[in-house]
């Protein structure tokens, strides 16, 4: 079976970054490793090509010589993966579709002309599939009733990959997530007990990539990676050792909850290990709203002296934020922005609160009869929220687009991003000293320019570098490198402003609805629960 892997475009987004790519001669931040792992789990005398469409398009040589076409997609991807469902079949190709988006929602997948729709985790579903293809079978649907466990899962076929065309490579350690997040569709898909692989798995993944010749980033995807502390633990210990007998070929990037600072003994042990940056699902300084949408575990100590905590450790935060709570008060865009200053935060996702299919809030909003027509969510932060708030949705999305343009303002950046690495701590290893590779020496200088010459920033620019070197000169790199994100949201917060402004006009000349009103006996039941917490 010869198999032609495809992964659609993602439209321009917070992670797309590519101002910052194009300064490294690179296309895009992170491979598809779900598509490589699914390669690994396919029987290994089938013949595999990849293509990502985010580097390139697929060829008419390759549409011809491919028997089965195979697509993974997140719901950002939707309207390319149904484009290319229809190109595949327009081509006469046996379509095979899996992946978050269509397991969520296997109908549009269906409708754009899949045969195959495989749902759920592939570890048990894939080999239905081949089953049904070894018997003839053109088409099915199949599903899970359990989650695997992922210890049998083999190693991506990082080999089908492009190198020269990513910024970071993908690895995974866990799946699931032990909360209960109103808004997230993670613990719909993957459960909410963190199921992770051996250390020995994790560390054979490495090997590969360092036998690949891989030598930059490694993000660890796992939504988070501290979910079983124990395991993490476990793994922490043997990757400090094998990263200093490689001579610490790559750094780590993950995402984790907040509670992380909390365990000073894990967080050094990811400083150990290379970790430099932790992605916090943040989400508002809010405490109403945090309670509300379940996320006690930003409620139990305080939000910024735990982020502090992180960064004093030596890990920079990036955090997500989110706007359009049910009860939310006036100000909130403003709140998120302080609270960002005042916590130095570089890096923040900020997005309007979306109703993700089949999630917690999705099926409340249903019963309560609040979904727009025809608009599933997604994650995009140039998308207005797919319900009715319960303020105006004109002043959430002007709060919204203030707000995000405040963040990214070039001095107020680069402000933030000085107090941040300035209290950073630093590992207590040095990794052997390297020349940059001469594209990121050209990046440097480009950014020099631009941010110490070109802009007004450019006096604020050189007395943080300076000051940076002389006070805290073990992160300078990691301090340098972060700078030129600037580069990104310089034009991407204006993409956001255009988008949503002009999606709000449509919206206003449709005639706004109402905000939502919480009926009598739902705010009478909340009122009590607050006398009785008090």
Avoid at 145 to 173: C, G, N
Avoid at 305 to 323: D, K, Q, S, W, Y
Avoid at 378 to 398: G, K, W, Y
Avoid at 468 to 494: G, M
Wanted: charged share 25%; with cysteine.
């Amino acid at each position: 079976m010869r198999v032609l892997f495809v992964y659609p475009v993602f439209p321009k987004t917070f992670w797309s970054y590519e101002k910052i790519l194009d300064l490294v001669d690179r296309k895009v931040l992170l491979p598809p490793l779900g598509l490589v792992t699914v390669a690994a789990i396919l029987p290994q005398e089938w013949e595999f090509k990849l293509v990502d469409r985010n580097i390139r398009a697929v060829t008419e040589e390759e549409w011809e010589w491919a028997e089965m076409v195979i697509f993974s997609a997140m719901i950002v991807q939707k309207q390319d993966l149904i484009e290319q469902i229809g190109e595949a079949k327009r081509h006469g190709k046996l379509v095979a579709v899996g992946g978050p988006y269509p397991t969520s929602v296997p109908d549009v997948a269906k409708a754009a002309g899949a045969d195959f729709l495989i749902l759920d985790e592939g570890e048990l579903t894939l080999p239905m599939f081949v089953d049904a293809v070894n018997r003839g079978e053109t088409s099915g649907i199949f599903r899970a009733t359990e989650k695997p466990d992922v210890t049998s899962t083999p190693i991506p076929r990082f080999d089908l990959l492009d190198f020269t065309a990513y910024d970071s490579m993908s690895i995974q350690f866990s799946r699931g997530c032990p909360f209960q997040c109103e808004f997230c569709d993670i613990i719909v898909l993957y459960g909410r007990k963190p199921r992770t692989k051996t250390p020995a798995q994790l560390l054979a993944e490495l090997d590969y990539l360092y036998e690949l010749g891989w030598r930059r980033s490694v993000f660890m995807v796992d939504d988070n990676f501290i979910g079983n502390k124990r395991n993490v633990k476990l793994l922490l210990n043997e990757l400090k050792i094998w990263v200093a007998e490689h001579q610490y070929p790559f750094s780590f990037d993950t995402e984790a909850s907040i509670d992380l600072a909390q365990d000073q003994e894990l967080m050094e042990l990811m400083v150990e290990c290379g970790f430099k940056a932790v992605f916090l699902g943040i989400e508002t300084p809010d405490e109403d709203s945090l309670q509300l949408t379940k996320k006690f575990q930003n409620t139990r100590s305080s939000l910024t002296e735990a982020v502090e905590a992180i960064i004093r450790t030596g890990l920079r935060p990036m955090a997500g934020f989110i706007i359009g709570f049910d009860g939310e008060k006036a100000g909130a865009g403003d709140r998120i922005v302080r609270f960002a200053e005042l916590a130095a935060i570089p890096s923040t996702t900020f997005a309007m609160l979306q109703a993700l299919p089949n999630t917690a809030l999705w099926h409340r909003l249903t019963k309560e009869g609040r979904l727009r027509e025809n608009k599933d969510g997604n994650i995009n932060q140039t998308t207005l929220m797919n319900f009715i708030p319960t303020r105006p949705l004109a002043d959430i999305a002007s709060e919204y687009v203030e707000a995000f343009c405040a963040l990214y303002d070039p001095t107020k950046y680069l402000d933030r991003t000085y107090r941040c690495f300035l209290m950073m701590g630093s590992p207590k290893w040095t990794a052997p000293a390297k020349f940059p590779e001469l594209i990121v020496l050209k990046a440097f200088a480009i950014i020099l320019w631009r941010q110490g010459i070109k802009r007004e920033t450019r006096w604020k620019f050189w007395h943080h570098l300076f000051s940076i070197l002389k006070r805290n000169p073990k992160v300078f790199d990691h301090y340098l490198a972060t700078c030129a994100h600037i580069e990104h949201f310089y034009e991407y917060r204006q993409i956001v402003r255009d988008e949503i402004e002009s999606q709000l006009k449509e919206y206003l000349a449709q005639g706004a609805e109402k905000p939502y009103v919480v009926p009598v006996k739902t705010q009478e039941k909340k009122q009590a629960k607050e006398a009785i917490a008090s």
